[in-house]
């Protein structure tokens, strides 16, 4: 049975969510990706895994996306840390540990971010996100849109997976490139493992950024899903199974280790 949370970020801005509890008050918060929301396909099986364990977990919409308030945004991955963080303060004043922090693709980032900032959860879990935004950038941007960019404040762009088109404004390109993954990744606490989790096949992402996260994180394990594309698609019990291995390591969950 899953229980409908309404929380606020320090912007007034209502975050909306969904919480599976267990048996325990550890609970494990899952974050979706660019222009996905708490119904995405891939959050939902992971989910249902955690599910299945008796693992209580948490999946909500960043600002901006899904049922949550607040505009739509390229980039923004320092607010939606701010958006994490509200959901850790509010699960933890109700007496929740948090056991592990998990995003996909571009909420991948968001939670190292998090990790780097504040050292207050013993696990993140990264799936299949950029290390290099910068390049992220210009496959979406030749030279001459940037141009555009900083003459009109903004450009819209169609997105190639879904169609739909997406407002880059100055303001969204300057916070993409001022974001410095591989500083942010070496402030990660060394107390807290981190698990980063590729497609060999990921279409969208190269599978050569997870090693950017291996290199520049502390206490890291690195996985590589052969055959896998960037939403797991035939791949997700192999996914699941990964992530579950590495959270059941932690000792306060009092599991065995999950083998595959």
């Not at 979406?140 to 404004?169: M, N, Y």
């Amino acid at each position: 049975m899953e229980k409908r949370v309404l929380l606020e970020n320090k912007y007034g801005e209502t975050l909306v969510g969904l919480l599976h509890e267990s048996h325990s008050k550890e609970l494990v918060i899952l974050c979706h990706g660019f222009r996905l929301s708490k119904e995405s396909r891939t959050l939902l099986k992971l989910a249902d895994a955690f599910k299945e364990e008796e693992i209580a977990v948490f999946r909500f919409d960043f600002s901006g996306n899904g049922e949550s308030e607040g505009s739509f945004q390229y980039g923004n991955y320092w607010k939606e840390a701010d958006d994490l963080r509200a959901v850790t303060l509010h699960f933890s004043s109700q007496g929740w540990k948090i056991n592990a922090i998990r995003g996909h693709s571009k909420g991948r980032n968001v939670v190292l971010l998090y990790a780097s900032s504040y050292h207050d959860v013993p696990m993140v879990v990264n799936i299949s996100r950029r290390f290099y935004l910068g390049k992220g950038i210009e496959e979406w941007l030749d030279a001459d849109s940037i141009e555009r960019i900083k003459k009109d404040g903004f450009i819209d762009v169609r997105g190639e997976s879904d169609g739909r088109l997406c407002r880059i404004t100055e303001e969204n390109l300057m916070d993409i490139l001022s974001t410095d993954t591989c500083s942010s990744c070496s402030l990660i606490d060394s107390n807290c493992r981190v698990l980063t989790v590729h497609g060999s096949k990921d279409e969208i992402v190269p599978v050569e950024n997870a090693t950017g996260f291996a290199n520049g994180i502390p206490n890291h394990i690195l996985r590589i899903l052969d055959g896998a594309n960037h939403l797991f698609s035939g791949h997700s019990s192999e996914l699941s199974s990964c992530i579950l291995e590495f959270i059941r390591e932690q000792p306060s969950l009092g599991r065995e280790l999950l083998t595959d």
